[in-house]
């Protein structure tokens, strides 16, 4: 099957610093790449599109300027937190598709 | 956008017996229904799926069901055991890009 690889797992960060988490599809091009977001015990919500070659396409009430999302070759999509503040500690996951999606490991961020 | 339901929150059943969750979603044009299991502070897996163009699928003793016209689907596992005890995801979402949109989960615990 596809798949997707996301580094890194785990991550801590001072606040006010910035934070990039990286995703990879390995085996197949993906033009196409979602990042979503998930606290604890909660569902998986997602943040953004990610557009090979233009730019990513959020969802409501996303901030696109705290969330930097650069997809510059068929296999690479970043997700850059900046300014990192403690509420931006989550678990974030990517997903890309290859007849059906799949998922990255997953990074969880610690903002201290 | 596309906004899924699933209930119950939580499900607690005797090992042996079936359970079900149930999730209904509102965008007519979602034609893509998978399911996920997900363990804490991993990746959502894949259990089973379902497109629109099929009304049921089964896989041993999983299955999921499918009703366009009411826009609900469900899952089905038989024969619990204990280790089927985890969170569970419905989604929704179209088969051109899988950008899928989550229900909001259920903890399922099998009783010995």
């Known amino acids: 099957g596809a798949v997707v690889s996301q580094h890194p797992s785990r991550v801590i960060c001072k606040s006010g610093t910035s934070v990039k988490i990286e995703c990879r599809s390995l085996?197949?091009?993906?033009?196409?790449m979602f990042w979503y977001r998930q606290f604890p015990k909660k569902s998986l919500m997602l943040m953004a599109t990610s557009n090979e070659g233009s730019k990513a396409t959020y969802e409501q009430g996303v901030e696109k300027d705290k969330f930097l999302i650069n997809h510059a070759s068929l296999t690479l999509s970043t997700l850059t937190v900046t300014s990192a503040h403690p509420e931006d500690s989550s678990f974030y996951i990517c997903s890309a598709s290859r007849g059906s999606p799949s998922f990255g490991s997953g990074t969880r961020l610690t903002v201290v | 956008g596309e906004n899924v339901e699933q209930h119950p929150s939580t499900l607690s059943v005797q090992e042996g017996d079936s359970a079900v969750i149930k999730c209904t979603y509102s965008?007519?044009?979602?034609?893509?229904f998978p399911w996920y299991k997900q363990e804490l502070g991993k990746r959502p897996q894949l259990i089973i799926d379902?497109?629109?163009?099929?009304g049921e699928k089964k896989d041993q003793r999983i299955a999921v069901t499918l009703n366009k016209t009411a826009k609900h689907f469900s899952l089905h596992i038989t024969e619990t055991q204990p280790e089927d005890s985890a969170v569970y995801f419905c989604?929704?979402?179209?088969?051109?890009?899988?950008?899928?949109?989550f229900g909001a989960g259920t903890t399922v615990t099998v009783r010995a």
């Open positions: 965008d007519s044009a979602s034609n893509y």
């Open positions: 085996d197949f091009q993906a033009t196409t």
């Open positions: 379902i497109r629109s163009n099929v």
């Open positions: 989604a929704a979402g179209g088969s051109n890009d899988y950008k899928l949109s």
